[in-house]
């Protein structure tokens, strides 16, 4: 990776280590502090029953909103949530007659691999790539990709690897893309706090833990995550069994420990990581999103704008929203994506 390039990554990873520290003494509540006023969000909607298909590797898992002739939209979620995320959106873009499509991603619900030899990879690329055979089995050209946490990341790398394919997208979180070799940076004690799952992860009982305790995990994540959103049990509960997919806790650990160069990925997938490792810009029209109380880490606005070339506009979600975004605020969420579709 060139100097130019490292420095780039740099002042990046450094405004994310500020905003951390700002959100910590001031902001979203620092890990831990689990007495923040909540706000009320819940829904009993729920998708019609799921649809299966084979795409590249997998059989995928997706819920399917909207005529069939609509302008496709691609929701994608993070991690450790599902497509319930998506449950009060989808219905509002189906009503502006737009095709939306909601998939498990790997190692999520009803998703599975189609061939037990397949490794269990969760590196940045092959979830992206996920993305476009599962476009290709739908025989979808071209579409809107939007989401959160992974989601957000997958669609940035899916605008630049694949342009052609984007015909805009929305991200929650902004500039997500990265690489190992950039992650060796080593962050200020307060943002690496916040990275305190990531570290757990790369150890044997990390592992471990996680697959002990997977339940109780991931509702504390969400909870940090997510200061101000009263979600209740059901709510919760709802997304939990999508992780009791048999190939969750692999996934979820290789992707964590791939990020910091704990983890090998494959090597057909090098070719796509050097073109990332670049931190490319995304050049199809663009606008991001944040929650003004999102407890995970996350970069101020300013440390990612120039990543982005094409038509592009910032967003922040008022009212105590957190990480969850999408199921948050879904208006607000549904009218990024009707918005971006204009430009």
């Given amino acids: 990776m ?97 095709r939306v499509i909601v998939p498990y991603l790997r190692g999520y619900g009803t998703t599975s691999f ?40 997958t669609a940035a790398i899916m605008a630049v690897l694949w342009p052609e394919r984007c015909k805009a997208i929305v991200s929650v979180g902004g500039y997500l893309i990265g690489s190992p070799a950039a992650n060796q940076v080593p962050y200020p004690p307060a943002p690496t706090l916040a990275f305190w799952y990531q570290y757990y992860f790369a150890t044997e009982i990390g592992q471990a833990g996680y697959r002990k305790y997977l339940h109780d995990f991931a509702k504390l994540i969400w909870q940090t995550a997510s200061p101000k959103w009263n979600f209740d049990d059901a709510t919760f509960e709802r997304s939990a069994a999508s992780l009791n997919n048999p190939d969750h806790v692999a996934i979820t650990i290789h992707n964590y420990r791939w990020r910091i160069g704990q983890a090998d990925g494959e090597r057909k997938y090098d070719d796509l990581e050097k073109r990332l490792a670049t931190v490319p810009v995304v050049a199809v029209p663009t606008i991001t999103m944040e929650g003004d109380a999102n407890g995970a880490i996350h970069a101020p606005s300013t440390a990612y704008r120039a990543k982005f070339s094409g038509d592009y506009e910032y967003r922040l979600i008022s009212g105590g929203v957190g990480h969850n975004l999408p199921q948050e605020a879904p208006e607000a969420f549904a009218k990024a994506i009707i918005d971006v579709d204009r430009v």
Avoid at 42 to 49: I, K, M
Avoid at 57 to 69: C, I, K, Q
């Fill in 2 to 98: 060139s100097e130019e390039i490292n420095e780039s990554r740099r002042k990046l990873l450094g405004a994310t280590a500020l905003g951390i520290v700002a959100a910590q003494l001031g902001g979203a509540p620092a890990f831990g502090q689990a007495n923040a006023p909540r706000r009320g969000s819940t829904s009993n909607g729920s998708f019609a029953p799921l649809k299966q298909i084979n795409a590249g590797l997998l059989n995928v898992g997706y819920a399917e909103h909207g005529p069939s002739g609509g302008t496709p939209v691609l929701l994608l979620h993070g991690w450790p949530y599902d497509i319930q995320s998506y449950v009060d959106v989808a219905p509002l873009l189906a009503a502006k007659r737009y």
């Fill in 114 to 153: 189609l061939s037990s030899a397949s490794m269990r990879n969760a590196q940045q690329s092959a979830v992206a790539l996920d993305m476009i055979d599962l476009m290709d089995a739908l025989k979808i050209q071209k579409a809107i990709v939007a989401g959160f946490d992974w989601g957000a990341r």
